[in-house]
């Protein structure tokens, strides 16, 4: 299977159907009356952000799966003293083909490329689920969790403006930072 996916630099003509997969897995806690806003909402932050995803497609041609390291920033959203360092923006693999290895290998081909500051990953998980989702994806990647910021941080972040639960003390996802610091100056 894996050998009938490439892995490219997404290009503005992969916006749309970026934002699509984003919004299909993230973000949509809710999304029956909202997924138009949300998309919207993908598409603007892709449209300055898209040359730093790489992007996986299959042998026709469709987007299966992205990730992106975004640029250097100076402060974080989890009162974390680390100084300056890269973001991992997103990274979905589609349904049909996850756990393929197809999201370790975005992730790591976007760390190729970076040379200069650590990469903070905020990984996210339903507790139902154990852990968060892309732990096992970070430990091949040697990204190492850095922050455990528990069940309580979407929450009071407003992390999701259209889960159901947003007001009602939801619990219900974890969050945990995690750091890759071996990039080779
Ligand atoms: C997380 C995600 C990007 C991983 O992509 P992937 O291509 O399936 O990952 P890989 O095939 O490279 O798998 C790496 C490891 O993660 C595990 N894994 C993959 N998806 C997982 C999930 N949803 N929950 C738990 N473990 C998962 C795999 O089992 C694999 O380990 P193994 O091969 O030793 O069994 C993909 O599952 C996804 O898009 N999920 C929905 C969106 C999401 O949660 N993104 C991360 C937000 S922080």
Known sequence: MLQNIRIIQAEKSHIISMAKLIAKYLGTC????????????????????????????DEKGCLIG????????????????????????????????????????LLKNCLKNIHDYPVLYEAWGEIKNGDVNSHQMLAKCSFDLLADLGTSFYKNHGYCAYCVNKDNNC????????????FNV
Request: net charge positive.
């Open 30 to 57: 809710n999304i029956q009356s909202s997924d138009e806003d949300i998309l919207s909402r993908n598409i603007a932050e892709l449209n300055d952000t898209f040359h730093f995803y790489q992007i996986a497609i």
């Open 66 to 105: 992205l990730c992106g390291i975004g640029k250097p920033q100076n402060n974080n959203d989890y009162g974390l003293n680390i100084g300056t360092h890269r973001d991992v923006l997103y990274v979905v693999v589609d349904k049909p083909f996850q756990r393929q290895g197809i999201g370790t290998k």
């Open 171 to 182: 619990h219900a996802c974890y969050c945990k930072i995690y750091i890759y610091k071996r």
